[in-house]
DNA sequence: GTGGTCTAGACCACA
DNA sequence: GTGGTCTAGACCACC
């Protein structure tokens, strides 16, 4: 797992960190029951403060993308086999979905153009389907 | 045009008013030229200050999509149809999507539903070539 | 003498007129007594209020370009030849040529090209010298 | 770095500021990563609101001249020398510079002198070419 | 009437 | 510690 943030975004750091993680799952690259890294690891990697790996590490286990064990560290938990979608997830999600295409539909972007770039987007992840026939 | 704002929500109030027009615009609710809202009369209908409106107009002039005059106050600037897309925006925006499908994934959706759900907001959106046949 | 000002500018609309003015008469389009349109025929070309017109031509009375006859309407004053340049003048006009030049800098052009583009916008206007061997 | 501002300028400060910090990129006082003061201890020294400062390192931010870290505050961003001129930005800029010369020819300053005053004032900057030589 | 500027003070997010 | 957000109220510039 190869990660890489910005400090000089104007996104958080520890958002990214999250980003970065969320994005390493879709893509396969880690899967259920894997580690992640320490926290105090992934600090020292970045150069930046403990403190900010361990919010990442908390919005992630309140997202129910990771669950935090007490010797074993940090480990992937949800595998999208076990059931539906999150119950909750998809408002919020649509909103930010509905408010990004607008802004591309502002921008001159052409429809089929940006149905183009999600599917481009979408096909450098592992849909639940093909996770489980690996 | 009839924008509802959250409060309570996490998200900036500016940024929710920002967020609000961009996607009127998107539906073609508000087309070029039209006029926004005084700052003052926005910020008393939401029963907010003033200076909060101010700083969304402000973030709207800054992305080139309304243009504030002096008299007249503010109105819708960008028409999509009058020239290729914005060069440098698509860039931050990718970034967004790739984030914004990657939890899609890792919470479950399905990559078809994923798809369709795009589909379906940009088709509640005007495109720029369905504006030019209007 | 063919004036064209841009409503939607977030340069004042009484600033562009002076500013317009001031570069016809650089280019020698106007000459010391010639007459300036009446403001009200002016604020009907431009479709403007007479009182911005008004302001325009105060603004260039009080800096010493124009001067105002109750009959004959606003005519150009000074003439370059008359003497040495205003006194009190070069100090505002020196802070904001440093600033104008500063910016330059700093988004890159180079020195060579910036001398290059005054010196081009200067052969469109004509020195003192040249106006009084017309 | 030795900023000073005037209270009693129609310039607005924010612009002020904004002016003076680039005017010290351009002669090279601060160069690239160097930081700024914090906005509410520079507002501190001005005996000014932060908010005022705050608007000046926002322009800057915009005009793409800073960025601002979080927990760094604000540092210089742009390095003249590490591309070309950013595309966009000569228009505005030679709009001003017109106006800027067609005030001194009509105030009667002779066109070899506003050459004179232009070379004097960028031999105080550090052309992109020189900054790599130092 | 409109927007723009500045001040003042509060609270929060980030690191 | 830093910047960001929001509120509140004043005054001014422009048209």
Request: aromatic residues 6%; neutral net charge.
């Amino acid at each position: 797992m190869n990660l890489t943030i910005d400090l000089d975004s104007d996104v958080p750091i520890y958002q990214q960190i999250r980003d970065r993680i969320v994005e390493a799952i879709a893509r396969g690259e880690i899967a259920e029951g894997d580690p992640l890294p320490s926290t105090r690891r992934l600090a020292a990697d970045f150069a930046i403060n403990f403190h900010t790996v361990n919010k990442a590490y908390d919005l992630l286990k309140q997202e129910g993308v990771i669950r935090v064990n007490r010797k074993s560290g940090a480990v992937i938990r949800r595998d999208p086999r076990t059931g539906p979608p999150d119950p909750g997830f998809a408002e919020g999600w649509e909103d930010r979905l509905r408010v990004l295409l607008a802004e591309a539909t502002v921008h001159g972007l052409d429809q089929d153009e940006v149905v183009r770039r999600c599917t481009a987007t979408l096909s450098g992840f592992r849909s639940p389907a093909e996770r489980v026939s690996r």
